[in-house]
């Protein structure tokens, strides 16, 4: 999983260091780019739902591979985008083919993985988010500065970074394990335990009325939460698709030093995970160890807004609140499961995650909007503080409490 996750944060940023040079070569403005990067989040949540469920009673094993082979494809085809019009297109169809990837793997992990050990399982699978980071960061700052067979680097950048997703994504097919019962892998007694773990955690469950899809759906909490996941998302996908800019724009160095200082918040981003996804679980308490790492990101963006002109300052705090919002992804995951459970809870965590992406459109679009309207970064980076902020209060004004512990603490 942690494998196919790093193949799948490369494969949806790539086009943050191809814009490096892209947008150049093909005489796109901000506002095009921006526009073009949040179109694939308009097809990306057609399919979240129906795809958490397709992996909970179906297979993850079939459906993950169907959308790793299929994203690989059109990743490879963006590299022969010559105008806006073909440049939104790819991304509106690598939206449709990557469509519940990470709910669906959560989803997954679900399967394996007790409560109590969730949210260090989660936060062992966003580490690859910024360990993609250190892979793609130098990769990309050494393709752009190819030029193969008439081809332009930011070209082979898409080219070379698809093939992967293709190869893993037929390995997926025949290696993962859907459920624990089927795992021959594992000795008998350990896979006996482990299923006894899993189906007595969800007898406790069973034990309370667990609402039903629609119910879950009008939970005023999980509005909440897909709310904070909004603005969360708007402002750390508008970061991760901008950031090079940003530092490029900032410090005017080549692109080399700008992949490389960006290596810089993808380690904050997995020592940070890991160990507030190990705490979290350790102290059974989510909504801080959510909301901390957002209202950090919060208070460097604000800064960030004070001290742009003052280069090395500016730099640090942009990279400082780029690394602290990992943190908040294992805690806040975890969230859902406390509430409900089956098929609820991996609806809930399609529609999360289908609503938050649209975070994706609306951040791009923003900032690319007020780049171009005031010939700024300052408003742009006032608007991410205010989203991180509002994030993480929303996620501290929710009221929850996991049945599960309580049950078995009072038996």
């Known amino acids: 999983m942690f494998l196919l996750y790093i193949v799948n944060y490369i494969d949806r940023v790539n086009v943050s260091f191809a814009n490096l040079r892209m947008s150049a070569d093909l005489g796109l403005s901000d506002r095009v780019y921006g526009l073009g990067v949040g179109m694939f989040y308009i097809t990306y949540v057609l399919f979240e739902i129906p795809g958490a469920v397709i992996v909970e009673r179906w297979s993850a094993r079939k459906w993950i591979a169907r959308i790793m082979i299929s994203w690989g494809i059109v990743t490879i085809l963006t590299g022969f985008v010559h105008t806006a019009t073909q440049f939104y297109a790819a991304r509106f169809f690598l939206g449709a083919a990557e469509s519940s990837f990470f709910p669906g793997m959560i989803v997954y992990l679900t399967h394996w993985f007790c409560a109590r050990d969730r949210s260090r399982a989660i936060a062992c699978l966003y580490a690859a988010n910024p360990a993609a980071a250190l892979i793609g960061s130098p990769l990309a700052g050494w393709l752009l500065g190819v030029h193969w067979q008439s081809l332009a680097g930011w070209r082979w950048l898409f080219i070379l970074e698809g093939i992967p997703a293709v190869f893993v994504g037929a390995v997926t097919y025949f290696y993962m394990t859907d459920w624990p019962l089927q795992a021959r892998w594992l000795p008998d007694d350990e896979r006996d335990w482990l299923v006894n773990e899993l189906e007595g955690e969800?007898?406790?469950k069973n034990k309370i009325r667990n609402p039903t899809i629609l119910e879950a759906f009008g939970d005023a909490r999980i509005l909440r939460l897909i709310l904070a996941y909004f603005l969360a998302l708007t402002g750390a996908l508008g970061t991760i698709y901008w950031i090079p800019t940003f530092v490029?724009?900032?410090?005017?160095?080549?692109?080399?030093?700008?992949?490389?200082?960006?290596?810089?918040?993808?380690?904050?981003?997995?020592?940070?995970?890991?160990?507030?996804?190990?705490?979290?679980?350790?102290?059974?308490?989510?909504?801080?160890?959510?909301?901390?790492?957002?209202?950090?990101?919060?208070?460097?963006?604000?800064?960030?807004?004070?001290?742009?002109?003052e280069i090395p300052v500016a730099i640090a705090c942009?990279?400082?609140?780029?690394?602290?919002?990992?943190?908040?992804?294992?805690?806040?995951?975890?969230?859902?499961t406390m509430m409900l459970s089956k098929a609820a809870a991996a609806a809930t965590f399609g529609l999360i995650n289908s609503i938050g992406q649209l975070g994706g459109l609306a951040g791009n679009f923003a900032i690319g909007y007020l780049n171009d309207r005031t010939h700024s970064l300052a408003a742009s980076f006032a608007f991410i503080a205010l989203v991180y902020v509002?994030?993480?209060?929303?996620?501290?004004?929710?009221?929850?409490?996991?049945?599960?512990?309580?049950?078995?603490?009072?038996?």
């Open 202 to 204: 969800l007898q406790v």
């Open 248 to 309: 490029k724009r900032l410090s005017g160095s080549s692109n080399w030093t700008v992949t490389s200082l960006l290596l810089i918040p993808a380690l904050m981003g997995i020592a940070g995970m890991l160990i507030n996804g190990w705490h979290s679980d350790r102290t059974a308490e989510r909504r801080w160890h959510s909301a901390i790492p957002l209202l950090s990101a919060g208070l460097m963006f604000g800064l960030l807004t004070v001290f742009r002109h």
């Open 318 to 336: 942009l990279l400082l609140g780029s690394g602290f919002l990992y943190a908040y992804y294992p805690a806040f995951w975890a969230i859902p």
């Open 390 to 411: 509002v994030a993480g209060s929303l996620v501290l004004s929710l009221r929850i409490r996991d049945p599960v512990g309580v049950l078995q603490r009072s038996s």
